[in-house]
């Protein structure tokens, strides 16, 4: 019994080694990192071609979800949690929520955009965007390695309450603000 344990161990082993020759590591990471990656642009082709508002809404959250995957693979874990607790969870069950309390006659084809002008118009600008974003992406140095910036949400959480203190209460008094004029605004104006 000892031998086939032994004799199995050695056979792992060679397989092991012959892996990280192959550079196999590398090809998983590689591998994952597009299936995220191919999760968030089906997401979004699905937001901008879908007929059907409610399906564009649900490809956006698909969306949202494999960017917060990217996120989390790129040790970005604050960011990650943040996309799907944000923008995965409240943002996209607010915008279902919404689409499903207008009222349509035809849900079928309730998607505005889909005019040839409307189509030509987010290909423009998306094509200029696609061009910008290549300039940047051949014009930066690139890193082989990541940094290793340790915690993240402790670095983050030592900027917001340090350096950026100021930034962060604004912000926060100008989404307390926003709050208070769509709760005025949901209200109407003519109730007291």
């Not at 996120?71 to 919404?98: C, P, R, W």
């Not at 030592?158 to 926003?178: G, R, S």
């Amino acid at each position: 019994m000892n031998d086939l344990i032994l004799s199995l161990h050695r056979l792992i082993d060679m397989g092991m080694t012959m892996a990280e020759e192959l550079g196999t590591p590398e090809i998983i990471l590689a591998a994952v990192f597009y299936v995220f990656a191919g999760i968030s642009v089906l997401g979004a082709l699905g937001v901008v071609l879908g007929r059907n508002i409610v399906h564009s809404a649900l490809c956006l959250t698909a969306s949202f979800i494999g960017i917060g995957c990217l996120y989390i693979f790129l040790s970005a874990d604050f960011l990650g949690a943040v996309q799907f607790l944000v923008y995965g969870g409240a943002v996209a069950i607010l915008i279902v929520m919404a689409i499903m309390l207008t009222r349509r006659e035809d849900m079928a084809h309730s998607n505005p955009s889909r005019s040839i002008p409307h189509q030509l118009a987010a290909l423009v600008v998306a094509g200029m965007f696609l061009l910008a974003m290549a300039a940047v992406a051949l014009m930066s140095p690139f890193q082989t390695a990541p940094a290793d910036i340790g915690d993240t949400v402790t670095g983050i959480a030592d900027l917001m309450l340090t350096k950026y203190v100021l930034p962060f209460e604004i912000v926060a008094v100008l989404l307390l603000i926003a709050m208070i004029g769509a709760i005025i605004l949901a209200k109407g104006v003519d109730e007291s």
